[in-house]
Structures are given as structure tokens and as C-alpha cells.
């Protein structure tokens, strides 16, 4: 495995892939939601489906797994990233991500229709903005 520097891959890159690179997590915390759904891992898995075309983003894998008594985890692998849910029916709450990168991507919608679907009556979304350092000026540094 050959192992490459940050400079020498941003190095590869033409202009054009350097603008055009544009990402955003979405954290979604679902309360409230429909107890049924969230132990669900069929309606889960079809959701989670749905909402990943929606973001305009392609499917490479799904994968889920039913915890005894009860909760759901499912993962969409996308090309452009990914879609994760867990869920904790016994409290009625669900964790979201949304991670997509490229310029035609609508993480949003997809957002807005796990929402719905979870008939969740609260909701908290926060929009965490990714960019590589080719992207942003001398705002980065190193946390130690």
C-alpha cells in the first residue's frame, strides 16, 4: 500500500476539482419519533434507500443490524460518502448522519424525509461544512 502526502495529492488535483469540492455532514437527532419505525430494520433499510436517492447520491452498499430487544443500525454506503441511522426505540430517539461531497449533492432533502418518515415531533440538525486545505485559507490548525 503505497501511503501518499497531503501536498502530493492536492498537487494531482486540477483547479476545476479543487473549486468544485463541496461537503457537508448533517447531524440529525430525531426525538419523539414513531416507536414502531425505529425497531423496523426492513422500513429502515427502505428509508434510508429512499433518502439516499433524494440527496442525489449512488448507493454502493446497505448494510443493517437488529439489536435484541430492540434498536437498528443501518448504513448506506455511498459513492459520495455515506447515510448511518441508530436507533433507540425504547426512548423514541434516533442519530443521523448525513455525509455527502460534490456540488449536486441535497443532504437537506434527505434530511427532511428521514423527519418525516420517523414521524419525529422534534428535531435537532446541525451543518458541519467539509472542505479540504486546497479550500480554506490559513483558518487551519493543528489541535493537539
Known amino acids: 500500500m503505497e501511503i501518499y502526502k497531503k501536498s ?3 498537487s494531482s488535483l486540477s483547479n476545476e476539482q479543487k ?3 463541496q461537503s457537508k455532514h448533517l447531524l440529525l437527532e430525531l426525538y ?3 416507536r414502531e419505525k425505529l425497531n423496523d430494520e426492513s422500513f429502515l433499510r427502505c428509508i434510508l434507500n429512499r433518502a439516499a436517492k433524494l440527496a442525489n447520491a449512488t ?4 448494510i443493517s443490524n437488529k439489536f435484541e430487544p430492540h434498536g437498528v443500525t443501518a448504513i448506506a454506503l455511498l459513492a459520495e460518502s455515506h447515510i448511518s441511522i441508530h436507533t433507540w426505540p425504547e426512548s423514541n430517539y434516533s442519530a443521523v448522519d448525513i455525509f455527502t461531497c460534490g456540488k449536486n449533492m441535497m443532504p437537506e432533502l434527505a434530511s427532511q424525509y428521514l ?3 420517523l414521524m419525529a415531533k422534534e ?8 472542505n479540504p486545505p486546497s479550500a ?3 483558518q487551519i490548525r493543528t489541535v493537539v
Open 8 to 10: 502530493q495529492i492536492l
Open 19 to 21: 473549486l468544485s469540492h
Open 32 to 34: 419523539r419519533c414513531d
Open 59 to 62: 448507493i454502493l452498499n446497505l
Open 115 to 117: 423527519i418525516e418518515s
Open 123 to 130: 428535531h435537532s440538525l446541525r451543518v458541519i461544512e467539509r
Open 136 to 138: 480554506v485559507s490559513k
